[in-house]
Each structure stands twice: as C-alpha cells, then as structure tokens.
C-alpha cells in the first residue's frame, strides 16, 4: 500500500479512527511520518506499556475475581493467567472475552478514555485537513443528533455542506 500523502513510499505506519462506529484510516511511510511530526521511534511498545500498567496494578485476587480469572477464550485459548504473565493477548477476541478484566488497564493507560480515536499529524497537506475536519465535523453532527440538539446539529448539517462535499465524498 503506498503512502497516502507522497503517494511513492510504501505505507508502513497506519492511523486509524473509530468514532460514533465510523472508521477513517490514513496509511503513511515513515519518512512523511517523521515530517509531519508523528513519533515514529519513541513511542512504546504495546507489551512494554502494558508490562508497566500490570507492575503497579493490584494482584490477580484484587483486579480479577475467581470467574474472571477461570476465562478461557474459545478462539485462541488465552488466559487471564497468561496475559498477566505474557503482557499481551492472544487474539482479537480476548478484549471482548476478557473486558470486564481489562477495562481497568485500558482506562489507566488512555487518561480514563476507553474509545480509541486515534491522533492528527501536526502537519498534514490541506486536502488530508480537511477531510480530517470533515470526519470530525460528521462525528459531532450525530453526537449532536442523538443528544437531540437539533440547533448544533442544523448548524453542523451546513458547515458540511457548505464544505462543498456531500456525505458519501469520503470512505
């Protein structure tokens, strides 16, 4: 997959943004990575964060109760027991099996947040900005919508239209 802003390197990091159950992907090489200013290098490995979150956490008996703890994933076979020791999951599966379990872990290494919406380059071309403010500005309309205010979602509804793309432009 080539990159999505110089359309000549290979894709090797992937962005990804799930909210209000719509998913919005960028794929970008490293190089354009770097200058955009995404961390590329300094982030933290996944085991090496969730190693971390574990080493200050409560013991098994505090966090996991006695079923929690007997949770087998009919997938793969994971275990609590081996996450706690291993540091990571076995599969996809294991976050929806186990995550009364995790859930705690989660909302300690995001700030409390337990929706994943992904980052924005700080620098990022002026069509990938606005298709970006066009995601978020859709999200807000049916926040909006479903939290029934109708005045914010009527001034959503024309800011997108007056951005001069319709709602299947994207995706």
């Known amino acids: 997959m ?6 000549k390197n290979e894709a090797t990091i992937h ?6 159950g719509q998913r919005s992907e960028m794929h970008i090489c490293e190089q354009c990575a770097i200058e955009q200013g995404i961390a590329v290098k300094s982030q933290i490995p996944v085991n090496e964060l969730l190693s971390s979150l574990l080493s200050v956490q409560p013991t098994d008996e505090e966090l996991f109760g006695i079923a929690e703890r007997e949770l087998v994933c ?3 076979g994971f275990t609590l027991e081996q996450f706690r020791k291993e ?7 294991d976050y929806k099996i186990f995550e009364k379990s995790l859930l705690p ?16 380059p700080s620098k990022v071309p002026t069509d990938t900005k606005k298709r ?4 978020n500005m859709r999200q807000q309309l049916e926040a909006a ?27």
């Open 132 to 135: 970006i403010e066009l995601l």
């Open 87 to 93: 540091a990571v999951l076995g599969c996809p599966y």
């Open 2 to 7: 080539q990159c999505q802003i110089c359309h």
């Open 105 to 120: 872990l989660i909302e300690k290494a995001h700030n409390g947040k337990t929706v994943h919406c992904g980052k924005v």
């Open 74 to 76: 009919p997938n793969c």
């Open 15 to 20: 962005l990804t943004e799930i909210a209000d």
């Open 145 to 171: 919508v479903q939290a029934e205010d109708y005045e914010l979602a009527a001034k959503l509804r024309d800011k997108i239209k007056n951005s001069g793309h319709s709602s299947e432009d994207t995706d």
